[in-house]
């Protein structure tokens, strides 16, 4: 952390205005991994300025594709003509906390015959084990060879088709089935696949590119190799944590923003919760050029309408469920909200250690080992505290936080916005990993906020 890496917030003030937010964070940085298997250049719109773009985008050009800017705004055009081997120093430099690594595998495999997954960070919020994707990898013919610096995968008998069956829907391990199984020879099938839009979406992007998927029924996700591959064109889903965390931060201070490029099909379920709290929000769908009209990007409106919050009861979950990356940003609404809400988290056994912070300003939030919601989850009777009770409405006041992770940081940054007085947030430059321009848009929304 360095010494400018902190924000002074003056709270107490309503956030109004308008922002946007562009490509999913969570499909953006897999979409520039896919552009690998290619043998022809791809082209991806809408890409977001956040860290995690540029780690992707220099492990790519590392391994030799050619990564340049579009004419367009956000535009990147990834030329994998050249694709080379990187030396593991490099990698481990360039990948830093980053989780991303360990996706090239399956592409680099294709491509060289071999690859190499650092010491891999990300956010503290759980274990987030490797094992599924270091398994799969297996299955398909992988061999890893442990080493101080990481692992070192090759592919002597090259990749092969194979039946998988994950333990848990997990977003990361069915990205890497699918960016592995798409140029193995023969036919993958994976149970237990997670299902979520920025999936789906990747899904889009690989059969642009030319391969041959099949969604089924019941998590079920076939994969038919095939021997080549092209590039792409694909404008990615907008970001809907993001949208939601803006959300979150009008119910919090009391605000109105207005959501340029948010949808409403990928946030249906918020939505509904958004509005059960007693948020209201109104929807304006695309309207494509017409007869000479120039159309309209798609919003969503959020603002508070006055009255009192309500207290609710909800599970985040995997996907159609209400999403974990939701949950931080609407807890701090939820401290301004009449009763006691509960908040049973049951997609990463450690992420309500942010409650801590929101104690220390003035909410009430106690947090359980047991499983609170309608059903017991995975690591229920386990030492994990992933249940919450906020008891409100609580009068926030200001205070010095420590951002500890990407999400529960915008949660320490909402809490500051809705606090009274003037709080330091330290370690914000995390927030860029996900967030672009977050100060620019704080700005626009009448934020008072500035560099310590």
């Known amino acids: 952390m360095t010494v400018n890496d902190v924000l002074t917030v003056h709270g107490g003030t309503p956030l109004h205005g308008r922002i946007r937010v562009r490509g999913a964070k969570n499909l953006v940085s897999k979409a520039m991994v896919a552009a690998l298997l290619g043998d022809a250049p791809s082209r991806l719109y809408d890409v977001p300025r956040i860290r995690d773009v540029e780690v992707v985008r220099g492990l790519l050009e590392l391994h030799g594709v050619r990564v340049s800017d579009g004419a367009e705004d956000g535009e990147l055009i990834l030329d994998p003509a050249n694709v080379a081997s990187a030396t593991s120093d490099e990698i481990n430099v360039h990948a830093g906390s980053s989780r991303i690594p360990i996706l090239l ?50 592919a002597p008998n090259g990749l092969h ?67 080549r591959l092209g590039g792409y064109t694909h404008r990615p889903i907008p970001d809907r944590i993001e949208a939601a965390s803006w959300a979150a931060a009008a119910l919090a201070t009391g605000g109105d923003i207005e959501v340029l490029g948010a949808e409403q099909v990928d946030m249906m379920t918020f939505l509904n919760v958004f509005r059960s709290v007693g948020g209201a929000y109104e929807v304006t769908d695309t309207r494509p050029p017409r007869d000479g009209s120039p159309g309209q990007e798609g919003k969503i409106r959020f603002w508070h309408p006055g009255g009192e919050l309500r207290a609710v009861a909800l599970e985040t979950d995997v996907h159609p469920g209400f999403m974990t990356d939701w949950q931080q ?70 205070a010095d936080l420590v951002i500890p992770d990407l999400r529960a940081g915008f949660s320490h940054l909402i809490a500051a916005l809705a606090a009274e007085g003037t709080s330091r947030v330290y370690g914000v430059d995390l927030i860029n990993r996900g967030y672009e321009d977050f100060e620019a848009k704080l700005a626009a929304l009448g934020a008072h906020a500035e560099r310590a």
């Open 105 to 154: 595998c399956g592409p680099l495999l294709h491509r060289l015959g071999h690859a190499f997954i650092p010491d891999l960070g990300g956010c503290h919020i759980g274990p987030r084990p490797i094992d599924f994707h270091i398994q799969a990898l297996r299955e398909f013919g992988a061999v890893v060879d442990k080493a101080a610096d990481g692992m070192h995968l090759t």
């Open 161 to 227: 088709g194979t039946k998988l069956e994950l333990p848990y829907p997990s977003v990361g391990a069915t990205e890497q089935v699918l960016l592995t199984a798409v140029m193995a020879d023969g036919v993958t099938e994976l149970r237990n696949a997670a299902v979520e839009p920025e999936i789906i979406d990747l899904i889009c992007v690989l059969q642009k590119m030319g391969a041959i998927i099949k969604v089924h029924t019941d998590r079920v996700i076939e994969i038919q190799g095939v021997p």
């Open 329 to 398: 940003p609407l807890v701090v609404a939820l401290t301004q909200a009449r009763g006691l809400s509960i908040v049973h988290e049951t997609v990463y056994e450690q992420r309500l250690g942010y409650t801590e912070a929101l104690n220390s300003m003035g909410a009430t939030i106690q947090v359980y080992r047991d499983c609170l919601g309608g059903t017991p989850c995975r690591f229920g009777r386990r030492d994990f505290k992933h249940s919450a009770v906020i008891a409100g409405p609580s009068k926030l006041h200001a």
